[in-house]
């Protein structure tokens, strides 16, 4: 009796959340998309309305040139035995 009565009711209670969800969600997912694309905009203007590049090129890091390396002109050298 119990089981039987338990079922009945989570399967009402479920019933409810599905419809809820159902009407519920497309809202709320509405609000987050509007924000989102209110976000984006706005971001869109400033990026417009920013500084303009001058055209200079700027170098912040110059990397040190590798010593002790193998210049491209030598080559590798590989160590072999001939296997007669």
Do not use: T, W
Not at 24 to 33: C, I, K, Q
């Amino acid at each position: 009796m119990y089981l039987i009565r338990f079922l009945i009711m989570s399967i009402c209670i479920l019933y409810i959340i599905r419809s809820l969800v159902r009407y519920l969600l497309p809202f709320l997912f509405e609000g987050l998309v509007d924000k989102a694309q209110q976000q984006y905009q706005q971001q869109q203007r400033n990026y417009n309305e920013g500084p303009k590049p001058d055209g200079k090129v700027r170098i912040d890091h110059i990397p040190q040139p590798k010593k002790g390396s193998v210049p491209d002109s030598e080559g590798e050298f590989v160590d072999y035995e001939e296997v007669k």
